[in-house]
């Protein structure tokens, strides 16, 4: 589903910023797939490069096969249509309510008012706030703002969902709720998904796979139970808390 070769970003300043020094990466259909690092590691400027939010300075990144930095016009935006990203502060539009939100990227790609309502009004039911509608964000709890931010995610039928960091704000009770709705996306509606998180918990919780990101390069990849049960790299092993006398 997607294929990162050799992605590399440097951020150019005073002094440049190695932020990606050589990524490869391989997702298939239907993973939930987890990048796990400390702060700075390199996280979101990987899921902004695979968004299209951000362009890599080298390297190769394919979805279906495509090279997306080779796509134009009508095509682009095809592909931004089947991927849909969620952030941690969610990126909501405060002057329009939950209805008006969800319907945002509908309106953007012109389908009619009463189709797009009645789409909305699907996807909030989806994520368990048909009954907020109406509701303003900032009448919202955090929980129930990011699920309008996974319906409005979910608004073009996409078929890939990148999520920065979607339960960093929430406490532990809803960042449960809201991996369970990952997971239900995944399962019932078959989006695959890539999960950038600093927090083992919401790997172990919900994704399939995982890779180690420290300053731009992954230390370690593949199945979350090999991984969680092996780490080989000192980077995983203070991830999951473990001392060196435990190796
Ligand atoms: P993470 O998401 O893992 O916290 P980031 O991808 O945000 O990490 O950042 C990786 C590195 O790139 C950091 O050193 C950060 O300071 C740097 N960086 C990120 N965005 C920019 C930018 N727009 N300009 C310059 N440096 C940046």
New binding site residues.
């Given amino acids: 589903m997607i294929r990162v070769t050799n992605l590399t970003?440097v951020?150019h300043?005073e002094t440049d910023?190695t932020?990606?020094g050589g990524i490869d990466l391989d997702v298939s259909a239907g993973d939930i797939y987890g990048i796990i690092?400390?702060?700075?590691?390199?996280?979101?400027?990987?899921?902004?490069c695979i968004a299209l939010l951000?362009r890599p300075t080298e390297g190769r990144i394919e979805v279906e096969g495509i090279d997306i930095s080779t796509l134009q016009g009508k095509e682009l935006t095809r592909l931004r249509k089947s991927i849909g990203v969620i952030f941690q502060g969610y990126n909501l539009l405060m002057q329009r309510n939950v209805l008006g939100n969800v319907c945002f990227p509908l309106e953007l790609d012109g389908m009619k008012k009463a189709d797009r309502e009645k789409r909305a009004m699907e996807l909030l039911e989806i994520v368990g706030l048909q009954d907020k509608a109406k509701a303003y964000p900032s009448q919202l709890s955090g929980g129930q703002k990011q699920r309008v931010a996974i319906a409005r995610a979910l608004a073009n039928n996409p078929k890939i969902l990148l999520c920065?960091?979607p339960t960093s704000a929430l406490d532990s009770f809803t960042t449960k709720s809201i991996l369970k709705l990952l997971q239900d996306i995944n399962q019932k509606m078959g989006v695959t998904i890539i999960i950038?998180t600093?927090e083992i918990g919401v790997v172990n919780a919900i994704c399939d796979k995982v890779a180690i990101?420290n300053y731009?390069t992954f230390v370690e990849q593949g199945e979350v139970s090999t991984v969680m049960t092996h780490p080989v790299s000192q980077v995983t092993r203070t991830l999951l808390g473990m001392k060196e006398s435990e190796e």
């Fill in positions: 970003k951020f300043g910023v932020a990606l690092g400390m702060s700075g590691a390199g996280k979101s400027t990987l899921l902004r951000e920065d960091e950038i600093h990101i731009g």
